[in-house]
């Protein structure tokens, strides 16, 4: 593989956020094997030489238009927000972060484009991002390829660290430890034997759902029935009533929050009485926006909860901090986008001045025992961040409990 030299910028101003726009597109599998592949231009001799004085440029993707730019939205804000700390006390050995943000609405091959942009234009040192796992996915061949750190802060698929990649630091908790946790909730928890499975079509539903049965057999337990739609459906009731005449307990839903409501609207329509659990990607407030009463009671799994009462002292100066900056509250996306960088930042600190990717890659894997907003995170050799899983559960007006 060659090495991508990087620029050096003496510019110690910082770069404002930018605007994301507007539009929609659903997420599909990967397209990683059939997008171009930025090719290095420079020489490995030059990048050893490379050394940098004044700015670390770091690219920042995410779906900053389209069905998904709410969750775009809180992971540009958390990233931003921990490189505005971070450059207020003193940077990266006194560097300054400059951020270069591309939106990748929400489709695989549109976030191929945007990190070989960040990649061969802008230069970037490493890159966070994205949220869905398909367009992760799509991005790794291009970052491996080019030896680019990624750190994800959001995208759950199991597939993006197992088989493990050089070059990718994930924060979110894995779809494998978030199915087999909320399973086992269902299992051992409420005492339920009799679980249907449903899941979206693509790289981060089927992941999830296999994990999902793997947990169920682990146990003894046959699910009743194993469905899939598409991410764009609107209407699964055809698959419900499969499932309504088999009398589940519980429908395990491996999808994002507007599946979540649609699958919430029609049980109730279809007279399914069950619950409905699911994992992180089900954590939203257009989850009550688009579901209503009938999405009251979901249970789903998450790695943050925003009570500054319970909090660590860590997470409570993140939570003040953020409302502070942007006048809302914190969710998930947001801490867990905010940590993302402050791992980053752990690996840049450890590759000055020449910022090496592996050194930087080294030095992520290096954290242990790490408090942060999402709790005490260390690194596995795999580049998964190792974490305990919460479940709660959405209730009137759209508020969450923490349940677990």
């Given at each position: 593989?060659?090495?991508?030299?990087?620029?050096?910028?003496?510019?110690?101003?910082?770069?404002?956020?930018?605007?994301?726009?507007?539009?929609?597109?659903?997420?599909?599998?990967?397209?990683?094997?059939?997008?171009?592949?930025?090719?290095?231009?420079?020489?490995?001799?030059?990048?050893?030489?490379?050394?940098?004085?004044?700015?670390?440029?770091?690219?920042v993707?995410?779906?900053?238009?389209?069905?998904?730019?709410?969750?775009?939205?809180t992971?540009?804000?958390?990233?931003?927000?921990?490189?505005?700390?971070?450059?207020?006390?003193?940077?990266?050995?006194?560097?300054?972060i400059?951020?270069?943000?591309?939106?990748?609405?929400?489709?695989?091959?549109?976030?191929?484009?945007?990190?070989?942009?960040?990649?061969?234009?802008?230069?970037?040192?490493?890159?966070?991002?994205?949220?869905n796992?398909?367009?992760?996915?799509?991005?790794m061949?291009?970052?491996?390829?080019?030896?680019?750190?990624?750190?994800?802060?959001?995208?759950?698929?199991?597939?993006?660290?197992?088989?493990?990649?050089?070059?990718?630091?994930?924060?979110?908790?894995?779809?494998?430890?978030?199915?087999?946790?909320?399973?086992?909730?269902?299992?051992?928890?409420?005492?339920?034997?009799?679980?249907?499975?449903?899941f979206?079509n693509?790289?981060?539903?089927a992941?999830?759902?296999?994990?999902?049965?793997?947990?169920?057999?682990?146990?003894?337990?046959?699910?009743?029935?194993?469905?899939?739609?598409?991410?764009?459906?609107?209407?699964?009731?055809?698959?419900?009533?499969?499932?309504?005449?088999?009398?589940?307990?519980?429908?395990?839903?491996?999808?994002?929050?507007?599946?979540?409501?649609?699958?919430?609207?029609?049980?109730?329509?279809?007279?399914?009485?069950?619950?409905?659990?699911?994992?992180?990607?089900?954590?939203?407030?257009?989850?009550?926006?688009?579901g209503?009463?009938?999405?009251?009671?979901?249970?789903?799994?998450?790695?943050?909860?925003?009570?500054?009462?319970?909090?660590?002292?860590?997470?409570?100066?993140?939570?003040?901090?953020?409302?502070?900056?942007?006048?809302?509250?914190?969710?998930?996306?947001?801490?867990?986008?905010?940590?993302?960088?402050?791992v980053?930042?752990?690996?840049?600190?450890?590759?000055?001045?020449?910022?090496?990717?592996?050194?930087?890659?080294?030095?992520m894997?290096?954290?242990?025992?790490?408090?942060?907003?999402?709790?005490?995170?260390?690194?596995?050799?795999?580049?998964?961040?190792?974490?305990?899983?919460?479940?709660?559960?959405?209730?009137?007006?759209?508020?969450?409990?923490?349940?677990?």
């Amino acid at each position: 593989m060659k090495k991508k030299v990087l620029s050096i910028l003496l510019s110690a101003a910082m770069v404002a956020a930018m605007v994301s726009g507007c539009g929609s597109k659903d997420e599909g599998s990967s397209s990683a094997d059939s997008a171009d592949k930025t090719e290095a231009s420079s020489d490995d001799a030059a990048a050893s030489d490379a050394t940098y004085e004044g700015t670390i440029k770091i690219g920042v993707v995410g779906p900053f238009s389209g069905s998904s730019a709410m969750v775009g939205d809180t992971e540009k804000k958390g990233v931003e927000l921990a490189a505005k700390q971070i450059n207020e006390n003193g940077g990266i050995n006194g560097m300054t972060i400059e951020l270069i943000e591309e939106d990748d609405q929400q489709d695989p091959k549109t976030a191929v484009s945007a990190i070989n942009k960040l990649v061969s234009s802008d230069e970037v040192v490493a890159a966070v991002g994205t949220v869905n796992s398909s367009c992760t996915l799509a991005m790794m061949d291009v970052t491996e390829n080019n030896e680019i750190p990624l750190v994800t802060p959001i995208s759950s698929g199991v597939a993006i660290t197992d088989p493990s990649n050089s070059y990718i630091v994930r924060l979110q908790a894995s779809d494998k430890l978030q199915a087999k946790a909320i399973t086992e909730y269902a299992i051992n928890d409420l005492g339920y034997k009799n679980i249907a499975v449903m899941f979206q079509n693509d790289d981060f539903g089927a992941g999830g759902k296999d994990v999902v049965v793997e947990t169920l057999k682990d146990a003894g337990i046959e699910p009743l029935a194993v469905e899939a739609f598409d991410s764009s459906a609107t209407d699964m009731s055809a698959q419900l009533l499969k499932i309504k005449d088999l009398n589940p307990e519980a429908i395990i839903m491996w999808t994002m929050y507007g599946c979540g409501a649609t699958i919430a609207k029609q049980c109730d329509q279809l007279g399914i009485d069950c619950d409905l659990m699911g994992g992180g990607g089900l954590t939203n407030a257009k989850l009550y926006e688009l579901g209503g009463e009938s999405a009251v009671g979901i249970l789903n799994t998450q790695t943050f909860f925003p009570d500054k009462e319970k909090a660590s002292e860590t997470a409570g100066a993140f939570i003040d901090a953020y409302e502070t900056e942007y006048g809302e509250t914190p969710d998930s996306n947001a801490a867990m986008s905010y940590d993302a960088m402050m791992v980053l930042a752990e690996g840049l600190k450890a590759a000055t001045p020449d910022m090496k990717a592996d050194d930087i890659m080294a030095g992520m894997k290096a954290v242990k025992d790490m408090p942060l907003a999402t709790g005490t995170i260390t690194i596995d050799e795999n580049g998964d961040a190792n974490r305990d899983i919460l479940i709660i559960r959405l209730c009137e007006g759209g508020t969450y409990e923490l349940v677990k």
